[in-house]
């Protein structure tokens, strides 16, 4: 059972405007938010993350936001540059615990 | 810090064949995790160790799979014998504590068997 799912596995977006990024979660357990980014031939960085008791962080062009209710998350690039073309992976935490990792989407942005 | 280090980068072997793959997670991390990495599962926990001692295993696919972390330095994958499906990217990640501040990944294996 995927309790961290990410239902879009590609992502196709215009260089310089908004890409959204989804990622469901299913254990209210869970406290502790990430994403991560992900080239070829790399592994994944940390990019950005948020804790359960804000409802949105921001980090330059990165914005996650964390509805508690719905149990959703999502990471909004503004502009989309060509340069953050990657997967990208949400994952979530409970307690400091291991980490549970979604499948990733894929975000192509197009010059 | 050099980062977690993994070796080798590259790995092709033949189906039947004892593969080791190689980490050196982040001095002072005292959790290490080896994920794999296939288009249908995304990035897939199958095993990690908290303060070298191996705490969840349940991911690891099957007998032919082990790991081991004989000291706070290093640890190894190990696949014997090797077949086909197992063709993936294995990653290896160390953090402080087991997530609450990110994991650090290394580069990677990408392992072929043919």
């Known amino acids: 059972d995927q309790q961290v799912k990410q239902n879009s596995p590609s992502l196709s977006v215009q260089e310089g405007r908004i890409s959204i990024l989804n990622c469901d979660y299913t254990n209210s357990m869970f406290d502790y938010f990430l994403w991560y980014k992900k080239y070829p031939a790399e592994g994944p960085t940390f990019l950005i993350s948020i804790s359960s008791i804000k409802d949105k962080n921001e980090d330059g062009r990165f914005t996650v936001f964390l509805n508690k209710s719905a149990k959703h998350l999502s990471l909004h690039i503004v502009p989309s540059q060509p340069g953050d073309s990657a997967v990208y992976f949400c994952?979530?935490?409970?307690?400091?615990?291991?980490?549970?990792f979604g499948g990733g989407t894929r975000l192509m942005v197009k010059p | 810090d050099a980062g977690v280090i993994q070796s080798p980068r590259h790995e092709v072997t033949e189906m039947g064949q004892e593969v080791t793959l190689r980490c050196k997670p982040i001095s002072g991390h005292n959790s290490l995790f080896w994920y794999r990495q296939t288009m249908m599962r995304g990035l897939e926990l199958l095993i990690y160790f908290n303060n070298n001692v191996p705490i969840d295993d349940s991911g690891m696919p099957e007998d032919r799979f082990s790991a081991k972390m004989p000291n706070a330095s290093f640890s190894t994958l190990k696949i014997q014998p090797s077949e086909p499906r197992d063709s993936a990217v294995y990653f290896c990640a160390s953090s402080y504590y087991q997530g609450f501040y990110g994991y650090t990944f290394g580069s990677g294996t990408r392992l072929t068997v043919v």
């Open positions: 994952a979530a935490s409970n307690a400091g615990n291991m980490l549970t």
